[in-house]
């Protein structure tokens, strides 16, 4: 198998606040970040929502 390795210059990149963000969830975490949910939203959700417009 062929051996890759990082160039010299990308190792001083640093992780971006989305990389680091989604590193942080949780396992059970949901990406809401693609696609389209398959699932109704909940009504307490739907209800907060239009409790925070008002």
């Given at each position: 198998?062929?051996e890759y390795?990082?160039?010299?210059?990308?190792?001083?990149?640093?992780?971006?606040?989305?990389?680091?963000?989604?590193?942080?969830?949780?396992?059970?975490?949901?990406?809401m970040g693609?696609?389209?949910?398959?699932?109704?939203?909940?009504?307490?959700?739907?209800?907060?929502?239009?409790?925070?417009?008002?």
């Amino acid at each position: 198998m062929k051996e890759y390795r990082i160039a010299e210059r990308c190792l001083g990149i640093e992780i971006s606040g989305i990389r680091k963000l989604f590193e942080a969830a949780g396992p059970g975490s949901i990406n809401m970040g693609l696609g389209q949910p398959d699932f109704d939203t909940p009504e307490h959700i739907k209800e907060g929502a239009i409790r925070a417009i008002r």
